[in-house]
């Protein structure tokens, strides 16, 4: 069980840090005026987002991920410590 939430975490980890990449490069197309939609998983997070606070969501997606990965590597370690322990 503790794998299948490591798997999940670092999956979210990899949605989450390319998302945080793809944020600031947002072409033209996708913007309506001055302001852009931000999405995630198909879920809206924010339906007008300012243009000068995009690199404020892009930098909040990165520590997400950042967290989502540190977490999976903490399952990890306790998992393979406790498999070490009983062996």
Excluded at 14 to 42: A, E, R
Aim: hydrophobic share 50%; aromatic share 16%.
């Amino acid at each position: 069980m503790r794998w299948l939430i490591a798997y999940f975490c670092i999956l979210i980890s990899i949605l989450l840090l390319s998302k945080g990449f793809s944020l600031p490069t947002v072409n033209s197309n996708h913007v309506d005026g001055s302001q852009i939609g931000i999405y995630f998983l198909g879920f809206e997070i924010k339906d007008k987002v300012p243009r000068e606070y995009v690199p404020i969501y892009s930098a909040i997606f990165l520590m997400g991920s950042f967290m989502f990965a540190t977490f999976s590597t903490l399952i990890t370690m306790t998992s393979l410590l406790t498999l070490k322990r009983f062996k």
